[in-house]
């Protein structure tokens, strides 16, 4: 979906998208150098990324849980709910750092911590728990939601907290009110509707 989003903004903007797939914990400081003129793959906008990067929001996500259909696993409504498994998350972002920031109240209700396994790539996550590697995976709604109906034995829990999503760019960039302004005549014209259909 984030792929698409950025291919109609570039086609909007007349300009060409070269992609360069590459680690998501990578991305960031890579704007800031200049090496990237724009970051897609689903950026959370929080406070903290707001304070070196500029964003174009494009959609309202979050984060969510999925696991195996064989789990017994039902919601995780808090992080407490976690303790003693093993959580996979992609490497350099929100669902790592909402873990981490959170690891201690484990230990502060009497539990088991639990596992917060990191991978570079997708594909690692969801092959860890299928090979029960992992337990659950922790990550984005939409991005789960998607996932569980591409894979056998899946299935999505629920969503724990919503943000926003948006393109990502350097402190100051004139890109970003262009890709605003893109965005908006996506929604306008139809192509932003047509693209969440596709994609669920």
């Given at each position: 979906m984030d792929a698409d989003f950025a291919g109609?903004?570039?086609?909007?903007?007349?300009?060409?998208l070269k992609r360069e797939a590459v680690g998501f914990e990578a991305i960031?400081?890579?704007?800031?150098?200049?090496?990237?003129?724009?970051?897609?793959g689903n950026f959370g906008v929080t406070e903290e990324r707001r304070k070196t990067i500029d964003f174009v929001t494009y959609i309202n996500d979050g984060q969510g849980f999925a696991t195996r259909a064989d789990s017994p696993l039902k919601e995780i409504t808090d992080l407490t709910r976690l303790c003693g498994l093993k959580v996979a998350v992609d490497a350099g972002t929100t669902f790592e750092r909402t873990l981490e920031k959170n690891k201690?109240?484990?230990?502060?209700?009497?539990?088991?911590?639990?596992?917060i396994n990191v991978y570079n790539e997708v594909g690692a996550v969801w092959m860890a728990l299928q090979q029960?590697?992992?337990?659950?995976?922790?990550?984005?709604?939409?991005?789960?939601?998607?996932?569980?109906?591409?894979?056998?034995?899946?299935?999505f829990l629920n969503e724990y907290r919503r943000l926003d999503v948006g393109f990502a760019f350097k402190k100051g960039t004139p890109?970003?009110?262009a890709f605003?302004?893109?965005?908006?005549?996506?929604?306008?014209?139809?192509?932003?509707?047509?693209?969440?259909?596709?994609?669920?």
């Open positions: 109609a903004v570039a086609k909007a903007l007349g300009l060409e960031l400081p890579a704007l800031g150098s200049g090496k990237y003129d724009v970051g897609s201690g109240r484990c230990a502060e209700a009497g539990k088991k911590p639990y596992e029960g590697r992992s337990d659950i995976v922790m990550s984005t709604i939409n991005g789960l939601r998607y996932a569980v109906t591409q894979q056998k034995n899946m299935k890109l970003a009110p605003q302004a893109a965005v908006n005549g996506l929604k306008a014209d139809g192509t932003y509707d047509r693209i969440l259909r596709k994609w669920g």
